[in-house]
C-alpha cells in the first residue's frame, strides 16, 4: 500500500486543477503583458484569481502580488528592511525566514527573536518588551510547518497597531485552513502559497497593504504593479486560483488526524509536539523516544508511507530542528521526530496500515538502538 502522509511538505494536485491548467496551456496561452485578444484573456484569467484570493482573505485585489511561492513571498516581506532598522521574528519560523534573518545582519539590521513557551506560542510580554523605536517590522508565522501551533495573529496585530509598527505573518501552512481576515489582524503583509492546498507547485503569493512602499526582488518588467518583474506564471495562477474554490474537507481531515493520535498513543514513550488544541488540522509531530528519526522515515518508506522528518525543508539535514529546540526539546528527542500530515486523501484504511507498520518498526528500532538504557 502506498501512503502519503507528507502533506505539510505538499499536497497531490487535484484532477479539477490539473484540468483547468491544461486548459490554458493549451488554448488561453497568451502573455497577460501583451495588447492583442489573446493577452487580454489571459490578463483577465489572471486578474480573477487575484480577485478572488483578495475575497479570501478580506483585502484589495491591488493588494496582491503573485510570487513563485511562499519562500519568494516571505523574502519579498522582509525585503522592505533597511540598514538601521530593528525586526522582530520569532525563533519557531520556516527557513525561509530564518535564514535571511542571518543576511539581513549582515546588512545592518538589527534583528531580535521572540521566545515560544513548550506548545510554541509566542510569549506576548517578550514581544512588548522588544519593541524599539526603529522597529520597522514584526513577522510571526501564523500555523507552524513543523508542530503545527496555530498563532494568535489578532492578539499580535494589536500590539503592532498600537505602536505602528508594520506586521507580516506566513500564512502558507493556515491558508484556508485558517480563518484569515487582513484587516481583523492588522496585517501589512502576509505570505501564501498554492501546492499547500491541491494547486500546483512554483506559485504563491503577497498581501502587501496599500500605502506599503516594498523594493521589488526582481527588477526588468513592469509586471505585477511594477513590484515583480516577469512574465506571470499564468497556468500556475489559475491552478491557484482553482485550488482556492475546492472543499479541502478540513472536518474529514481532522478525524483522521485525530484517529491516528488515538492509535499512535498505543506506542510507548511517545510525546507529541506543539498544541493540542490550537494545532493545525492536519498535522501531527510526534517525538519517538530512543529512536533516530532518519531510520524510522526510511524504515516507513520501505513500507510506502512518506512522512518526513520535523520540516521537509530540512529533513536532509543532519542538524537539529530549531523549531523542536525553541520549545525545549533536547537534541536526540528533535532527532527522534516524525512529522505526519494529513489531506483529504488519505483514508482510515491508510491510517490504520502506517499505525501496523509505525509500531512493528518502532519495536524493531528500539531493540537494536544505543540510545535506549
Given at each position: 500500500?502506498?501512503?502519503?502522509?507528507?502533506?505539510?511538505?505538499?499536497?497531490?494536485?487535484a484532477?479539477?486543477?490539473?484540468?483547468?491548467?491544461?486548459?490554458?496551456?493549451?488554448?488561453?496561452?497568451?502573455?497577460?503583458?501583451?495588447?492583442?485578444?489573446?493577452?487580454?484573456?489571459a490578463?483577465e484569467?489572471?486578474?480573477?484569481?487575484?480577485?478572488?484570493?483578495?475575497?479570501?482573505?478580506?483585502?484589495?485585489?491591488e493588494?496582491i502580488?503573485?510570487?513563485?511561492?511562499?519562500?519568494?513571498?516571505?523574502?519579498f516581506?522582509?525585503?522592505?528592511?533597511?540598514?538601521?532598522?530593528?525586526?522582530?521574528?520569532?525563533?519557531?519560523?520556516?527557513?525561509?525566514?530564518?535564514?535571511?534573518v542571518?543576511?539581513?545582519?549582515?546588512?545592518?539590521?538589527?534583528?531580535?527573536?521572540?521566545?515560544?513557551?513548550?506548545?510554541?506560542?509566542?510569549?506576548?510580554?517578550?514581544?512588548?518588551?522588544k519593541?524599539?523605536?526603529?522597529?520597522k517590522?514584526?513577522?510571526?508565522?501564523?500555523?507552524?510547518?513543523?508542530?503545527?501551533?496555530?498563532?494568535?495573529?489578532?492578539e499580535?496585530?494589536?500590539?503592532?497597531?498600537?505602536?505602528?509598527?508594520?506586521?507580516?505573518?506566513?500564512?502558507?501552512?493556515s491558508?484556508?485552513?485558517?480563518?484569515?481576515?487582513?484587516?481583523?489582524?492588522?496585517?501589512?503583509?502576509?505570505?501564501?502559497?498554492?501546492?499547500?492546498?491541491?494547486?500546483?507547485?512554483?506559485?504563491?503569493a503577497?498581501?502587501?497593504?496599500?500605502?506599503?512602499?516594498?523594493?521589488?526582488?526582481?527588477?526588468?518588467?513592469?509586471?505585477?504593479?511594477?513590484?515583480?518583474?516577469?512574465?506571470?506564471?499564468?497556468?500556475?495562477?489559475?491552478?491557484?486560483?482553482?485550488?482556492?474554490?475546492?472543499?479541502?474537507?478540513?472536518?474529514?481531515?481532522?478525524?483522521?488526524?485525530?484517529?491516528?493520535?488515538?492509535?499512535?498513543?498505543?506506542?510507548?514513550?511517545?510525546?507529541?509536539?506543539?498544541?493540542?488544541e490550537?494545532?493545525?488540522?492536519n498535522?501531527?509531530?510526534v517525538?519517538?523516544?530512543?529512536?533516530?528519526?532518519?531510520?524510522?522515515?526510511?524504515?516507513?518508506?520501505?513500507?510506502?508511507?512518506?512522512?518526513?522528518?520535523?520540516?521537509?525543508c530540512?529533513?536532509?539535514?543532519?542538524?537539529?530542528?530549531?523549531?523542536?529546540?525553541?520549545?525545549?526539546?533536547?537534541?536526540?528527542?528533535?532527532h527522534?521526530?516524525?512529522?505526519?500530515?494529513?489531506?483529504?486523501f488519505?483514508?482510515?484504511?491508510?491510517?490504520?496500515?502506517?499505525?501496523?507498520?509505525?509500531?512493528?518498526?518502532?519495536?524493531?528500532?528500539?531493540?537494536?538502538?544505543?540510545?535506549?538504557?
Open positions: 500500500m502506498k501512503v502519503y502522509l507528507d502533506n505539510g511538505a505538499t499536497t497531490q494536485v484532477e479539477e486543477v490539473v484540468a483547468e491548467m491544461e486548459k490554458v496551456m493549451r488554448i488561453e496561452y497568451g502573455n497577460p503583458s501583451s495588447i492583442h485578444n489573446m493577452g487580454k484573456k490578463s484569467l489572471v486578474e480573477n484569481v487575484r480577485e478572488k484570493i483578495a475575497k479570501e482573505i478580506n483585502a484589495l485585489s493588494e502580488i503573485f510570487t513563485s511561492g511562499g519562500t519568494e513571498a516571505n523574502n516581506a522582509l525585503n522592505i528592511l533597511e540598514k538601521g532598522d530593528h525586526f522582530i521574528t520569532s525563533k519557531i519560523e520556516h527557513h525561509s525566514i530564518e535564514v535571511t542571518k543576511e539581513l545582519e549582515k546588512k545592518g539590521i538589527e534583528v531580535s527573536l521572540l521566545k515560544v513557551d513548550k506548545e510554541g506560542f509566542v510569549d506576548l510580554e517578550d514581544l512588548k518588551n519593541i524599539k523605536e526603529n522597529t517590522l514584526i513577522s510571526v508565522i501564523h500555523g507552524n510547518n513543523e508542530i503545527g501551533t496555530i498563532q494568535d495573529l489578532i499580535i496585530g494589536k500590539i503592532c497597531s498600537d505602536k505602528k509598527i508594520m506586521f507580516h505573518a506566513d500564512c502558507v501552512q491558508f484556508k485552513k485558517e480563518k484569515i481576515d487582513v484587516k481583523k489582524m492588522n496585517l501589512s503583509m502576509a505570505s501564501f502559497s498554492s501546492h499547500k492546498i491541491h494547486g500546483p507547485k512554483g506559485i504563491g503577497l498581501y502587501i497593504k496599500k500605502g506599503i512602499k516594498i523594493k521589488p526582488l526582481l527588477f526588468g518588467g513592469a509586471q505585477e504593479s511594477n513590484k515583480r518583474a516577469g512574465t506571470e506564471n499564468v497556468p500556475g495562477i489559475i491552478g491557484f486560483g482553482k485550488a482556492i474554490e475546492l472543499d479541502l474537507e478540513l472536518d474529514k481531515v481532522r478525524k483522521l488526524r485525530d484517529y491516528f493520535l488515538e492509535k499512535v498513543k498505543e506506542i510507548e514513550n511517545i510525546k507529541l509536539n506543539g498544541s493540542s490550537k494545532r493545525l488540522c498535522n501531527a509531530s517525538s519517538f523516544s530512543y529512536i533516530e528519526g532518519e531510520s524510522l522515515l526510511m524504515s516507513l518508506d520501505l513500507e510506502g508511507i512518506c512522512v518526513s522528518t520535523g520540516s521537509a530540512s529533513s536532509r539535514s543532519l542538524q537539529a530542528s530549531h523549531v523542536l529546540l525553541a520549545i525545549g526539546l533536547k537534541h536526540e528527542e528533535a527522534g521526530t516524525i512529522r505526519f500530515t494529513f489531506s483529504k488519505n483514508t482510515k484504511e491508510e491510517i490504520d496500515y502506517t499505525i501496523e507498520k509505525l509500531k512493528k518498526i518502532v519495536e524493531r528500532l528500539r531493540q537494536i538502538s544505543p540510545l535506549r538504557k
